[in-house]
């Protein structure tokens, strides 16, 4: 049991583990504000575009409730207990996904470009000479094919 705390212990305070768990949280509020913006911001005027349509309210009626439709709302279809399919309410969550979906290509690009070029490491080896296999910078003899090659001076 102590070697399971251990290393539960061991892995709960990595970095990549801490790191991940702000990452989820981050996400849950960067959800919130998108699901306003497509709500609150972008759905209204699309719907006035599209002759006045709530997307929230679009929806059909598979099975009236206790008091038969037509239903005006959405909830007031739910409220009398009508099952229904939320296609409006779909629409307005495929809209959240791509904005979040284009929102984090923008933030993965900029951290991309940030991104250090890392330099590339020095060689620790050179072609022999004679059979053009590698050989240590330091060689005196290539252990392919034995000849004796000059000491590589930096």
């Not at 629409?91 to 940030?114: E, K, P, Q």
Request: contains cysteine; charged residues 20%; positive net charge.
């Amino acid at each position: 049991m102590r070697a399971f705390i251990k290393e539960f212990r061991e892995f709960a305070v990595k970095g990549n583990a801490v790191e991940m768990a702000i990452g989820i949280m981050l996400g849950a509020a960067f959800t919130s504000v998108v699901k306003s913006l497509v709500a609150d911001v972008l759905m209204p005027p699309l719907g006035l575009m599209l002759g006045g349509v709530d997307f929230t309210n679009l929806f059909w009626v598979l099975k009236h409730g206790e008091i038969a439709g037509p239903y005006a709302t959405l909830a007031q279809a739910q409220e009398v207990g009508a099952v229904t399919i939320n296609y409006g309410t779909f629409i307005n969550t495929i809209l959240s996904f791509l904005i979040v979906a284009v929102v984090l290509f923008f933030v993965v690009r900029g951290m991309n470009s940030m991104r250090r070029k890392e330099e590339p490491a020095a060689p620790t080896t050179r072609p022999c000479p004679e059979c053009r296999q590698a050989i240590s910078l330091d060689a005196t003899r290539c252990p392919f094919c034995t000849s004796r090659v000059k000491k590589e001076t930096t």
